[in-house]
T-cell receptor
Framework: GAGVSQSPSNKVTEKGKDVELRCDPI?????LYWYRQSLGQGLEFLIY????????KSGLPSDRFSAERTGGSVSTLTIQRTQQEDSAVYLC????????????FGPGTRLTVL | GENVEQHPSTLSVQEGDSAVIKCTYS??????FPWYKQELGKRPQLIID?????GEKKDQRIAVTLNKTAKHFSLHITETQPEDSAVYFC??????????????FGKGTLLTVNP
C-alpha cells in the first residue's frame, strides 16, 4: 500500500486565519503522531493518537492548536488564529505498535503565515 | 521528560572520509534509538536503529554504537559519498509495554560531503 500522505503540501495563509492540515496514515498503523519542524530546527512533538485512547496533547504549543483522528484513520491538525511563528513544516508519522518501533513519515505540509 | 542533545550541528567532510555524529539522552528508560536522514525538501527516513540490548549495529557503510551507561549513541558513516549529504537526526524512545513510542529528536546535523 501507499505510505503516509499529507495534504496540502503547501499552505499560505494570512495571520489570524484558521488552517486545517490532513494526514492519511498507512493502513493498519494504529499510532499517529504530529510533529512541527521549524527552519533549521529538529522535529518538535505536538500530539499522539493511539487507537481509541485519549490523545497525548502534551506537545501542543498553545490552545490555538488542536487535532482529531476520526475512526482511527485520517487525522486533521487545526491551527486557529494563525500567527507568523506558526510558519513551519508540519509532519505526520505513523507506527505499527508491537513492531520494531519505526515511525514512517509523511511528506509534510509547509505552512507559511503572512 | 526525555531530552536529546546532538552534535555537531554541521559537519563537512571530503568524499571518502568518515563522519561521526554524536547524541546523548537523559531518560534511562529509553530503549530505542533510531537515526533518520532528511534530504532537502524530503521527508525523514529511517536509516538505522538500535535497541538498548545491543551495543553496536552495522549496515554496510553505516554503523551505530550505544553506550547505555553513559547514555550516548553515535552514528558512523564510512567512505562518505556526495549522496550522503543531508540532515541527520537522532532520536530516543521507549517502546514496548504501555509506552507511547513517542520519539524525542535531536536538533539535527547538516552533513555536507564535498566531492
Amino acid at each position: 500500500g501507499a505510505g503516509v500522505s499529507q495534504s496540502p503540501s503547501n499552505k499560505v495563509t494570512e495571520k489570524g486565519k484558521d488552517v486545517e492540515l490532513r494526514c492519511d496514515p498507512i493502513s493498519g498503523h494504529t499510532a499517529l503522531y504530529w510533529y512541527r519542524q521549524s527552519l533549521g530546527q529538529g522535529l518538535e512533538f505536538l500530539i499522539y493518537f493511539q487507537g481509541n485512547s485519549a490523545p497525548d496533547k502534551s506537545g501542543l504549543p498553545s490552545d490555538r492548536f488542536s487535532a482529531e483522528r476520526t475512526g482511527g484513520s485520517v487525522s486533521t491538525l487545526t491551527i486557529q488564529r494563525t500567527q507568523q511563528e506558526d510558519s513551519a513544516v508540519y509532519l505526520c508519522a505513523t507506527l505499527q505498535r508491537g513492531g520494531r518501533g519505526e515511525q514512517f513519515f509523511g511528506p509534510g505540509t509547509r505552512l507559511t503565515v503572512l | 521528560g526525555e531530552n536529546v542533545e546532538q552534535h555537531p550541528s554541521t559537519l563537512s567532510v571530503q568524499e571518502g572520509d568518515s563522519a561521526v555524529i554524536k547524541c546523548t539522552y537523559s531518560d534511562s528508560a529509553s530503549n530505542y534509538f533510531p537515526w533518520y536522514k532528511q534530504e532537502l525538501g524530503k521527508r525523514p527516513q529511517l536509516i538505522i536503529d538500535i535497541r538498548s540490548n545491543v551495543g553496536e549495529k552495522k549496515d554496510q557503510r553505516i554503523a551505530v554504537t550505544l553506550n547505555k551507561t553513559a547514555k550516548h549513541f553515535s552514528l558512523h558513516i564510512t567512505e562518505t559519498q556526495p549522496e550522503d549529504s543531508a540532515v541527520y537526526f537522532c532520536a530516543a524512545s521507549m517502546i514496548g509495554g504501555g509506552s507511547n513510542y513517542k520519539l524525542t529528536f535531536g536538533k539535527g546535523t547538516l552533513l555536507t560531503v564535498n566531492p
